[in-house]
Nanobody, 124 residues
């Protein structure tokens, strides 16, 4: 079993920055991709960003391109989401997820493991 633990959420003013971390642990961890999703109250969970573990190819939702950056540290089995120029519409619970098979990275149903989520609140 793989465990994913997110950290780094919090309250920030519009225009500010946060860095989310997702540490993976458990059985020998290997993933084909890891991603970040978010869910705002009353809305469906939506794709934010993903990274292919072996190639570091990254993917982003249009709404965060140019503002968010996903990165990974193989040695620490950790993926990061650097969020800049945050806006109130970025307010949501952010979830880390991992795939252990090759699949599309933008669909939540294609992920095998999920973290518990971390709240990000952006005030105007």
């Amino acid at each position: 079993q793989v465990q994913l633990v997110e950290s780094g959420g919090g309250l920030v003013q519009a225009g500010g920055s946060l860095r989310l971390s997702c540490a993976a642990s458990g059985r020998t961890f290997s993933a084909y991709a890891m991603g970040w999703f978010r869910q705002a109250p009353g809305k469906e969970r939506e794709f934010v960003a993903a990274i292919r573990w072996s190639t570091s190819i990254t993917y982003y939702a249009d709404s965060v391109k140019g503002r968010f950056t996903i990165s990974r540290d193989n040695g620490k089995n950790t993926v990061y989401l650097h969020m800049n120029s945050l806006q109130p519409e970025d307010t949501a619970v952010y979830y880390c997820a991992a795939q252990n098979t090759i699949a599309g990275v933008t669909t939540a149903a294609r992920y095998d493991y999920w973290g518990q989520g971390t709240q990000v609140t952006v005030s105007s």
